[in-house]
């Protein structure tokens, strides 16, 4: 029976099961239960919407003039003030595209950031979502509503992948919109120049934000592990095919490969910022239990 239950965290099965919400839920229910309690302080400072009286409710909160207007008793309920504003920033660009063994990065990371913003929500913070290439594709601010999880669903579901990628700048524009400290997690491939993506994390650290790097790979992309001649393509500009013999460049792929990873790691470490190198091979527990790690 465990075992069964495990497989339920293995990216390919994840894929083949199409409700977002439904994945989302399985990852992190099934590593959640008694490990993060709620850390909101249960007072609250904006109000939200009314609800029917139930018994059990706090009669301190009635709403007497809705019930002196329509003879009935209703809860004032507002949105919990949290210890965490996290925002969500999906790369949605044309790289993300690509899969080596059927499972896509922008997938897998699709189900990484629904599973971050189901445990955000279930934990009464608040969650946003920013989607982006070289441009945000979408944004939802950060809400603790306990229904906000089908809307941030949503527009990871209606988003494909597609454009070119430009990081640096969406981090700094998307710097510049929050106004609140917070959480800012970017789930990303990084395929792009490291100078600005860095420049851009370091100004959300500035603003003292806690920030999270979920990095993004294809084991493919790691080890390069192809025989015989290939077509590599550019998924972005579809400018630049080459042909070449992986086993006359896999030990300096490897090598290339390694050192921006390190370079990331570290630049990331020196300026306090959470960093997590991910293959599309590793288990969502796995991916999601770094994050809950380094939470705690």
């Not at 920033?89 to 971050?116: H, N, Q, R």
């Not at 594709?137 to 070119?164: C, M, N, W």
Request: proline content about 4%; glycine content about 6%.
């Amino acid at each position: 029976m465990a075992n069964r239950e495990k497989n339920y965290f293995d990216p390919k099965v994840l894929a083949g099961i199409s409700n977002l919400s439904l994945r989302a839920r399985w990852v992190v229910e099934g590593i959640m239960s008694g490990i993060h309690r709620s850390r909101s302080k249960g007072f609250s400072v904006e109000f939200e919407e009314h609800r029917e009286y139930s018994p059990g409710d706090e009669i301190r909160r009635i709403d007497w003039k809705a019930l002196g207007k329509f003879d009935r008793y209703f809860i004032k309920e507002y949105e919990d003030e949290t210890n965490l504003r996290a925002h969500l920033l999906l790369d949605t660009s044309a790289s993300m595209d690509y899969t080596s063994d059927g499972l896509t990065k922008f997938d897998y990371g699709c189900t990484l950031t629904a599973s971050l913003a189901y445990l955000i929500l279930r934990q009464q913070d608040a969650a946003g979502l920013v989607t982006f290439s070289d441009r945000i594709e979408s944004f939802i601010p950060p809400r603790a509503k306990r229904d906000y999880l089908p809307q941030i669903v949503h527009a990871l579901e209606t988003r494909r992948p597609g454009g070119e990628t430009n990081v640096g700048k969406i981090l700094e524009e998307i710097a510049g919109q929050i106004k609140r400290r917070g959480m800012v997690i970017l789930v990303s491939d990084l395929l792009d120049e490291p100078a600005p993506i860095l420049k851009g994390l370091r100004l959300f650290r500035f603003k003292g934000n806690d920030v999270i790097v979920f990095h993004i790979l294809d084991q493919a992309e790691l080890d390069l592990p192809f025989e015989g001649n290939i077509l590599f393509e550019d998924l972005e500009t579809a400018n630049l095919n080459v042909i070449a013999d992986p086993r006359a460049i896999r030990q300096t792929y490897r090598q290339v490969v390694e050192e921006f990873t390190n370079h990331m790691r570290k630049e990331c470490h020196d300026s306090s910022i959470d960093y997590q190198l991910i293959s599309t091979s590793t288990p969502l527990d796995r991916a999601l239990a770094s994050y809950l790690s380094w939470r705690e």
